[in-house]
């Protein structure tokens, strides 16, 4: 099977913009990152698309991949030549995980079509600003390690100013106008959107803060007629009982696959994780 190579976002899409918009919710992360980078005319070094007939992949910068693939033919193929890099890890539909080595870890891909009503947690939202940057910088490196993201502390940093940057960050202040949890949107396409870094400081936990901050955010992306999506932990049967309350449902599942010698590494300006 031929595997067709580009290094700029808009030649890949001519080619994978069929296979990618026909299961557009599905193709989520691979799809919004694209998007993403095709508004952009800077050109970025270490960039490389993949496109089968019925398969496609995306290699950044801080060489993680994500791959989309509808059959165990277009994955082989896909992942015969990420093989041949120096790979930091790669984001697969778990049935190809087995093609490729690493260590493995396990997301559950969630979607929301109809919000269920929850007893809402005093308090309101609010988009984070500058004046929070302090804490959210903190909470984002302990997400990292929470969650055991390949990640540096520079790294998380640097992942919250970016949605500061873009107004994607929100907080809960509960009724002692306490910043109390954190919740970012991302990974847009024309009929989806992504939630992500869903945290709560830990002395506020339990009280339903960051459900009911998803609860509020997933309202509005339905109301933009857009399906929210999200990860979670596979392994983690309470954060899903979580997500499951409130609406959502498991499509399918993801691994990512990471190098054994991976370790956390200065950042780069185009970010893949699924997490984030």
Same mark, same amino acid.
């Given at each position: 099977?031929r595997?067709y190579?580009?290094?700029?976002?808009?030649?890949f899409?001519e080619?994978a913009?069929?296979?990618?918009?026909?299961d557009?919710i599905?193709h989520?992360?691979?799809l919004?990152?694209v998007?993403?980078? &095709?508004? +952009?005319?800077?050109?970025?070094p270490?960039?490389?698309?993949?496109?089968t @007939?019925?398969g *496609?992949?995306? %290699?950044?910068?801080n060489?993680?991949?994500?791959? &989309? *693939?509808?059959?165990?033919?277009d994955?082989a193929?896909?992942t015969?030549?990420?093989?041949?890099?120096?790979f930091?890890s790669?984001t697969l539909?778990?049935e190809?995980?087995?093609?490729l080595?690493?260590?493995a870890?396990?997301?559950n891909?969630?979607?929301l079509k109809?919000?269920?009503?929850?007893?809402? !947690?005093?308090?309101?939202? $609010?988009?984070? +600003?500058? %004046? @929070?940057?302090?804490?959210?910088?903190?909470?984002?490196?302990?997400?990292?390690?929470?969650?055991n993201l @390949?990640? +540096?502390?520079r790294e998380a940093?640097?992942a919250?100013q970016?949605y500061?940057d873009?107004?994607?960050?929100?907080?809960w202040?509960n009724?002692a +106008?306490q910043? =109390?949890a954190m919740?970012?949107l991302?990974?847009?396409?024309p009929?989806?959107? $992504?939630? !992500?870094?869903v945290y709560?400081?830990p002395?506020?936990?339990?009280?339903?803060?960051?459900s009911t901050?998803?609860?509020?955010?997933s309202h $509005?992306?339905?109301?933009?007629? %857009? =399906?929210p999506v999200?990860?979670? @932990? *596979? =392994?983690?049967a309470?954060?899903k009982?979580?997500?499951?309350?409130?609406g959502?449902r498991?499509?399918?599942?993801?691994?990512?696959l990471r190098a054994?010698?991976s370790?956390?590494?200065?950042?780069?300006?185009?970010?893949?994780?699924?997490s984030r």
């Amino acid at each position: 099977m031929r595997v067709y190579e580009f290094t700029d976002a808009h030649s890949f899409l001519e080619r994978a913009r069929d296979f990618l918009f026909k299961d557009e919710i599905r193709h989520n992360l691979l799809l919004s990152s694209v998007l993403t980078l &095709s508004k +952009s005319f800077t050109k970025t070094p270490s960039l490389l698309f993949l496109a089968t @007939d019925q398969g *496609a992949a995306l %290699r950044a910068p801080n060489k993680r991949w994500i791959v &989309s *693939a509808a059959s165990s033919t277009d994955a082989a193929a896909l992942t015969s030549r990420i093989a041949q890099d120096a790979f930091r890890s790669v984001t697969l539909p778990s049935e190809h995980a087995g093609l490729l080595n690493g260590v493995a870890s396990a997301q559950n891909f969630m979607t929301l079509k109809r919000l269920m009503p929850i007893e809402p !947690s005093a308090g309101l939202l $609010r988009a984070a +600003s500058s %004046r @929070d940057l302090k804490i959210l910088t903190a909470w984002s490196q302990q997400f990292a390690i929470e969650q055991n993201l @390949d990640e +540096s502390p520079r790294e998380a940093e640097e992942a919250i100013q970016k949605y500061l940057d873009h107004r994607q960050l929100f907080v809960w202040e509960n009724s002692a +106008s306490q910043v =109390t949890a954190m919740t970012a949107l991302g990974g847009f396409t024309p009929k989806s959107a $992504r939630v !992500s870094m869903v945290y709560t400081d830990p002395q506020h936990r339990g009280r339903g803060f960051a459900s009911t901050l998803v609860h509020r955010l997933s309202h $509005r992306l339905l109301q933009d007629s %857009r =399906t929210p999506v999200l990860f979670a @932990d *596979a =392994t983690n049967a309470q954060t899903k009982h979580v997500y499951e309350k409130l609406g959502y449902r498991t499509l399918s599942q993801v691994t990512e696959l990471r190098a054994q010698e991976s370790k956390s590494r200065d950042s780069d300006p185009t970010r893949v994780n699924a997490s984030r």
